[in-house]
């Protein structure tokens, strides 16, 4: 068959059946074939080209940084008064900078690209009459897709079948509500609100389950047309806003530099246009150009390595939220517990073995249609297949997170009609007929509760034949018993969290003596307990208070979650919130770090920042490690280029003060910052010394700026010095002392970097292969350069031996006084 698709129009409006004419499809979906054709036609259904940057465009936008862009200013302002020597070699350390952060940044990309595929929505749809499961991107109009509660929807669609439907699609109409879903035709007049029997990309699936029939995919969507008004900007992380900070901090600086620098030297009668270039070369040698290629490569190669112990990251920048990390928040199934649910025992409401009560079990969760879980996947594996044999479904009231209970009315085979209600065991009493004695079942409730047991209670009603299905007036039949034992080895991994300053708080729906039966067999305390009843009577200023010091939250419904989470944040603290369902979506966009796991509902991964392929809090613990890794070779990046090439940049501006010419050219001046950035590409996979690892650590702008000042100045001494050496001592000329110079400052930049990166004693931290190997290159080339060929033309002259040996030897002492500094330093001051 032809698959052709035209502009539907006012879709919404048109009957079931020629709807399906006009897609030429059917209730049973495409074939595999039309599909192919429909997808070849139409394109992935994406807002966006799939196809990551071209190497070429990702080349040019190297170009928009303007530190980048104030030096081709400055190469032209050379060509224009015919500096063509000084403009060729401005030129050809742009072009190299720009290669070596391209390079970098393409393959750290291309890597995050494969990362992110790997959990990539998908989505279930018939294909030639069967359901599949099939990547999101590769559906297409007159695809027939079956969602449940959970599911993202995946592109503008038409209901064929609902039952309780209820999306959330405030994104689109800003309702505070789900709205509820049924199919059928409405007025083509109808707005967004109002198209009750319509789907769209970008909303939820909140209750229910539903079929339906794609009309729109990829941009023709709602959501794709308006797509750029939606696009918001999200909260700055702490991580972002201290970059932020520091930008504003150097452009302050570099502003000041140029036009203080500038200014004095045109004084002085120095050359105008020397001077111009020698300011514009000072800023931009203060200002660590290849920060945004750094933190891509850092932040990529660290996401990279997350990924090989089993955390993807969605995004980049939550990677330092991850390592400051010191409250996680998480329900208890499957993080603390197996998470493989087992049916210990199905017994009547005198607590007796029942197998009546088992089957009654087995056909609610066998009948219902709305969301997968562990109890009703324990249920059907310990009842039999024959059981609903001659039963068939009539009406199903889906379960919610309010009522906490789910019901199926079953025709039996006699043709009776009966009502199966299973639930929370409080929830279901409070639907039974009011002559039930509640106080012994309770009790029993209870007493299996304090034995790690997750009780259910299941009750029933006969219904009349056209009798509507009303949860009031039950029989109570009897309990379910589940058992989640402990996971093994989870009490280790929570004293690895502790180590790490991490604090583990259980945010659970489940009841208290369950809770607190795990949590003593886990080792968390057991004293520190608010429920959900507790928290709806507190004002938000007390919770702020109490839940600091709570370790167990229980019985507490999804916008409590929420609650708490923005509690914690209130006590300054970075909050990280593991969930895996539907309820879990408010508390990940709220918490400062949202996990989830590969096995998630959808809404709840799209809401994540971090995504587990293993529900494993082990496998958490190792990712905050690499986390705090990452973070520290940002950190170390910006410590090493700062601090000397404040204090470089500081010495040449004073120098030029009193000297009668330029202490170095801009062209030495660029070469000089270009050298000492390729170690600091390797930065990003240096070794971290495990004492950093230890504790959080958040972005600190007083920090980062008494850093670079003190150090700064500490080079700067060491600068002037040479420079006395050099004209008082010696009494060079002005290349020799150019090169002299020259080589000085690249040679103690390179080696404070290897002195600031550790807080340790420099010899006790061993660095990275890479550093290690691009620093010993860099110091080689430095040493040379002098000697190369085309030295002359970038105004060097080759150093006699003493001389050369004579700055080697001020290296060497720079080295000790950066270390005794360093000491001083992280006694004097503290990160937070």
Aim: hydrophobic share 50%.
């Amino acid at each position: 068959m032809q698959v052709e698709v035209s502009i539907l129009g006012n879709y919404w409006s048109f009957a079931t059946e020629e709807l399906l004419v006009k897609l030429r499809t059917s209730p049973q979906g495409l074939s595999a074939a039309d599909a192919a054709a429909c997808l070849k036609k139409h394109g992935p259904n994406s807002l966006a080209s799939s196809s990551a940057a071209s190497p070429l465009l990702l080349f040019f936008s190297q170009f928009r940084s303007p530190l980048l862009l104030v030096l081709v200013a400055a190469a032209l302002v050379s060509a224009f008064v015919q500096e063509w020597a000084d403009a060729i070699i401005v030129l050809v350390i742009i072009l190299g900078s720009a290669f070596l952060s391209f390079f970098q940044e393409y393959t750290a990309s291309r890597a995050i690209e494969q990362l992110r595929k790997r959990i990539a929505m998908r989505c279930r749809v018939l294909r030639d009459g069967q359901p599949i499961t099939v990547a999101a991107e590769l559906l297409v109009p007159g695809d027939v897709i079956l969602l449940a509660a959970g599911s993202l929807i995946p592109a503008d669609s038409v209901l064929l079948d609902s039952n309780d439907c209820f999306v959330n699609q405030a994104v689109l109409t800003g309702e505070s509500y789900p709205a509820e879903k049924r199919p059928g035709p409405v007025a083509e007049s109808s707005g967004i609100a109002e198209r009750t029997n319509c789907l769209f990309l970008g909303t939820s699936l909140r209750s229910g389950s539903a079929t339906a029939v794609i009309v729109e995919t990829g941009a023709r969507t709602t959501y794709g047309e308006i797509a750029g008004k939606l696009t918001l900007r999200p909260p700055e992380s702490g991580f972002e806003q201290g970059i932020r900070r520091f930008g504003i901090l150097l452009t302050q600086i570099m502003l000041l530099l140029i036009l203080a620098v500038f200014a004095i030297n045109v004084f002085s009668a120095k050359p105008r246009v020397e001077s111009l270039l020698f300011a514009i070369a000072l800023a931009v040698g203060l200002a660590p150009e290849l920060l945004p290629a750094i933190l891509s490569i850092t932040l990529s190669r660290g996401a990279k390595k997350m990924a090989g112990l089993g955390v993807i990251v969605r995004r980049l920048n939550s990677i330092e939220n991850f390592g400051a990390m010191d409250i996680l928040c998480t329900d208890k199934t499957g993080t603390l517990t197996e998470g493989v649910v087992q049916l210990d025992k199905a017994l009547d409401a005198a607590a007796g073995v029942s197998e009546a009560l088992l089957q009654l079990a087995y056909r609610n969760a066998s009948f219902q249609t709305g969301l997968p879980n562990p109890l009703d996947e324990a249920i059907l594996r310990a009842g039999k297949a024959d059981w609903t044999v001659g039963y068939r479904k009539v009406e199903e009231i889906p379960y919610d997170f309010n009522r906490k209970r789910l019901s199926v009315v079953v025709e039996q085979p006699d043709g009776s009609r009966l009502l199966i209600t299973k639930g929370a065991l409080s929830s279901v009493l409070s639907v039974c007929v009011g002559a039930l004695d509640r106080a012994p079942l309770l009790a029993r409730f209870e007493e299996w509760g304090s034995q790690g047991f997750r009780v259910l209670g299941v009750a029933t009603r006969r219904l009349a034949a056209e009798e509507k299905a009303v949860e009031s007036q039950l029989q109570f039949e009897g309990f379910l018993l589940f058992f989640d034992p402990p996971k093994p080895g989870v009490a280790q991994t929570l004293a690895g969290l502790k180590k790490l300053g991490v604090e583990l708080k259980v945010i659970t729906g489940d009841n208290q003596f369950v809770t607190t039966y795990l949590a003593a067999q886990v080792g968390l305390p057991v004293d520190r307990l608010l429920t959900g009843a507790q928290i709806r009577l507190l004002s938000d200023e007390a919770l702020w208070q109490q839940a600091e010091r709570t370790s167990l939250f229980v019985d507490v419904d999804p916008n409590q979650k929420e609650r708490i989470i923005l509690a914690l944040q209130k006590m300054s603290h970075v909050v990280g919130y593991m969930g895996d369902g539907i309820n879990d979506a408010p508390a990940l966009h709220a918490a400062d770090v949202g996990i989830s796991v590969d096995s998630a509902v959808d809404v709840a991964k799209e809401s994540a920042d971090l995504v587990l392929l293993e529900h494993d809090l082990e496998v958490l613990r190792k990712g905050i490690e690499e986390g705090r890794r990452t973070f520290a070779n940002t950190i170390k990046y910006i410590f090493t280029t700062t601090s000397a090439n404040f204090g470089n940049m500081l010495s040449m501006a004073g120098a030029s003060l009193f000297l009668p010419f330029l202490p170095l050219l801009a062209s030495q001046i660029l070469l000089n910052n270009f050298l000492s950035d390729i170690p600091g590409m390797a930065i990003a996979d240096d070794n971290v010394d495990a004492e950093w690892s230890e504790r959080p650590h958040h972005w600190d702008i007083t920090y980062i700026r008494n850093f670079m000042l003190l150090f700064g100045l500490v080079s700067a001494v060491f600068d002037f010095f040479t420079f006395g050496v050099l004209l008082y001592v010696i009494k060079t000329p002005v290349a020799e002392f150019r090169t002299g110079w020259f080589v000085e400052s690249l040679l103690t930049e390179l080696a404070v970097a290897l002195v600031v990166r550790t807080r340790l004693p420099f010899y006790r931290s061993r660095p990275g292969k890479w550093l290690m190997i691009s620093t010993a290159l860099v110091t080689v080339v430095a040493i040379a350069i002098p000697y190369l060929p085309f030295a002359p033309s970038m105004g060097f002259v080759p150093l006699p031996i003493s001389l050369l040996m004579m700055v080697i030897g001020i290296t060497l002492l720079y080295v000790v006084a950066a270390e005794v500094t360093k000491r001083y330093f992280h006694r004097r001051f503290a990160m937070t």
